[in-house]
């Protein structure tokens, strides 16, 4: 069993990123979480799992222990594979992820494109004496640098009714790919991308 590896982002993409570890590249499957906190051509370190499968061999990387729990607590619900988990650690926060489960409110994780009403039921039936400490668990795992340009443009948002939890995603993405992004061309992005 791999349990972490520790080496050279040689490729990143929001799904997927190839660590380079001792002339070794490992393709690894990501949340768009994990993607925000990578730089390609950095020094990284990520927790794995790793599922063997009568037909593949997967590898799936998180930038922190608590990403990679709620990944395995995920498969172990009847109906949710490795490919949903991860749309639902892109969609939603560890935190909030917990609190939709503990407040059984399936609507929050049916937010998970792939995800319907039964699985969603069947993620807090399954789940719901297992996630409270993500609830309240801080998170500090966000390596972007929150910046006057982004702050701006996500108060502008809030104005027009967008939340800023969802705004902030697509602002650190569009921020990544355009470091100089102008506040009102972030914002337009950012609404263009919604």
């Given at each position: ?46 927790y794995t799992q ?8 997967l590898l799936f ?37 917990a609190s939709a ?94």
């Open positions: 069993m791999i349990f972490s590896l520790q080496g050279k982002v040689q490729e990143l993409t929001p799904t997927y990123a190839v660590m380079n570890v001792g002339g070794v590249g490992y393709y690894v499957g990501i949340s768009l979480m994990t993607s925000q906190n990578l730089v390609a051509g950095q020094d990284a370190m990520l790793q599922i063997i499968r009568e037909d593949a061999n990387g998180f930038i922190t222990k608590s990403e990679k729990e709620m990944f395995n607590l995920l498969i172990s619900v009847n109906g949710v594979g490795a490919v949903s988990a991860l749309i639902l650690l892109s969609t939603l926060s560890l935190s909030d992820i489960i503990l407040s059984r409110n399936s609507a929050v994780i049916q937010k998970a494109k792939g995800l319907g009403a039964k699985t969603a039921e069947r993620i807090i039936v399954d789940l719901k004496d297992k996630v409270a400490k993500f609830a309240t668990e801080e998170e500090n795992y966000s390596a972007t640098v929150d910046n006057k340009v982004k702050d701006e443009a996500l108060s502008a948002l809030e104005v027009l009714g967008i939340s800023r939890r969802m705004s902030e995603k697509l602002a650190d993405r569009v921020m990544k790919e355009n470091p100089a992004v102008s506040v009102e061309e972030l914002v337009k992005q950012i609404l263009k991308n919604m």
